[in-house]
């Protein structure tokens, strides 16, 4: 807080809430969506738990059906869902839109100035069928074997220089947490509540039940 970097105590403050924000309220509303479709689908809860079970503890962490299903999750309910934000370096100039037979549209192409914020929403990517099939279904088994256009699409900690830092210890935290909780618990959906949306995605009023295993 005393670096004399900071032009002001609301540089500190923004610094302070991003922190918080991209270090702890999206590894947590991505754990809770995750555990949610699981409660909803006890067919894949029970495949992810026999393969937790195959595995020493200390291995547990890189099963790989946990891992698709933590991809598929944050697939379907993407935290940062308008995606990424960036200044354009130079004019661009994105081409008109070309329906299917790669006939041209009535759209025009249009033009964005450099210097422009551009927003680029990665819902609406992750959603459409272009892309994956049955888009809005909760389907683990396709990160098995991916096309190479979902490898393009799917980024849900953006690329480049200037991608997620905490991309590394958000993806360890929830395969440790969740290898852990799906050994010992079995979850059953009491309510499956609404989304909200305030700077990230999040689950509203969702209830599961945890059941101890035996």
Same mark, same amino acid.
């Given at each position: 807080?005393?670096n004399?970097?900071?032009?002001?105590?609301d540089e500190?403050a923004?610094?302070?809430?991003?922190?918080?924000i %991209?270090? $702890?309220?999206?590894s947590a509303?991505s754990?809770?969506?995750l /555990? #949610?479709? =699981? %409660?909803k $689908?006890?067919e894949e809860?029970h495949?992810?738990?026999?393969e /937790? #079970?195959? =595995? %020493?503890?200390e291995?547990?962490?890189?099963c790989?059906h946990?891992?698709n299903c933590?991809?598929e999750?944050m697939?379907l309910?993407?935290?940062?869902?308008v995606?990424?934000?960036?200044?354009?370096?130079?004019?661009?100039?994105?081409?008109?839109?070309?329906d299917?037979?790669?006939?041209k549209?009535?759209?025009k192409d249009?033009?964005i100035p450099?210097?422009s914020?551009?927003?680029?929403p990665?819902?609406g990517v992750y959603?459409?069928e272009l892309?994956?099939?049955n888009?809005e279904?909760?389907?683990?088994?396709?990160?098995?074997n991916p096309s190479?256009?979902?490898?393009k699409?799917f980024l849900p900690?953006?690329l480049?220089?200037?991608n997620?830092?905490g991309q590394?210890?958000?993806?360890?935290?929830?395969q440790s947490?969740?290898?852990?909780?799906l050994?010992?618990y079995e979850?059953?959906?009491?309510d499956?509540?609404?989304?909200?949306y305030f700077l990230?995605?999040?689950?509203?009023?969702?209830?599961?039940?945890?059941?101890r295993?035996?």
């Amino acid at each position: 807080m005393n670096n004399p970097h900071y032009n002001s105590d609301d540089e500190r403050a923004a610094d302070v809430i991003d922190i918080i924000i %991209a270090g $702890h309220e999206t590894s947590a509303n991505s754990m809770t969506f995750l /555990l #949610l479709e =699981l %409660a909803k $689908h006890p067919e894949e809860q029970h495949r992810v738990n026999q393969e /937790l #079970l195959k =595995l %020493a503890p200390e291995d547990r962490n890189s099963c790989e059906h946990l891992r698709n299903c933590v991809r598929e999750s944050m697939r379907l309910w993407p935290v940062t869902a308008v995606g990424p934000i960036r200044v354009v370096g130079r004019d661009y100039v994105v081409p008109a839109c070309h329906d299917s037979d790669n006939t041209k549209t009535d759209q025009k192409d249009f033009f964005i100035p450099k210097g422009s914020l551009v927003f680029m929403p990665s819902i609406g990517v992750y959603h459409n069928e272009l892309y994956f099939d049955n888009p809005e279904s909760f389907v683990p088994s396709r990160w098995e074997n991916p096309s190479e256009e979902m490898k393009k699409v799917f980024l849900p900690f953006s690329l480049g220089k200037r991608n997620c830092l905490g991309q590394s210890l958000a993806l360890s935290e929830m395969q440790s947490i969740l290898s852990r909780v799906l050994v010992q618990y079995e979850f059953s959906v009491l309510d499956e509540g609404t989304t909200g949306y305030f700077l990230t995605l999040k689950p509203e009023g969702v209830l599961v039940k945890a059941t101890r295993r035996k």
